[in-house]
């Protein structure tokens, strides 16, 4: 479901159905709760993509605390994440990832976005670590 103001897309929410009928009343419920948030002077701004990492990382630290997540876990996410906020220069929001944004991530990791993360090891990361990495971003 998408949010427009005015002729501009805002906000997307996935509604998680198939069947039309309550996609339509979730959307209408949502859409209710928007209008009321901006009728009592409120504002839906986008969290910028940093603050929506920051945000994922806080609810995978949450879920080690309670022992649905391993400490390991954890930090793999952690790294993976760290990369994924210095590699799409152009990439301010979530809504701004498409689905061609990480085609030059492989040659970037390859090339330049490996000297940084590892100073210690003179060679660039192998293709099963950057694939790892681009399923912690898909899950993101």
Known sequence: MRFYLGNK???????????????????????????????????VIQKNI???????????????????????????KKSSMKKLKEFPDDVKFPKDITSDTFQGYLKWRHTQGWSKYHNKNPKPPGDATINKEL??????
């Open 9 to 43: 897309r805002y906000k997307t929410i996935c509604l998680q159905t198939v069947d039309q009928s309550v996609a339509q009343e979730l959307a209408i419920g949502e859409w209710r709760k928007i209008l009321n948030q901006l009728d009592a002077g409120g504002t």
């Open 135 to 140: 399923s912690d971003f898909n899950r993101f």
């Open 50 to 76: 940093n603050k929506c990492i920051d945000d994922y990382i806080g609810i995978i630290e949450d879920q080690v605390v309670t022992g649905k997540t391993r400490k390991h876990t954890l930090l793999g």
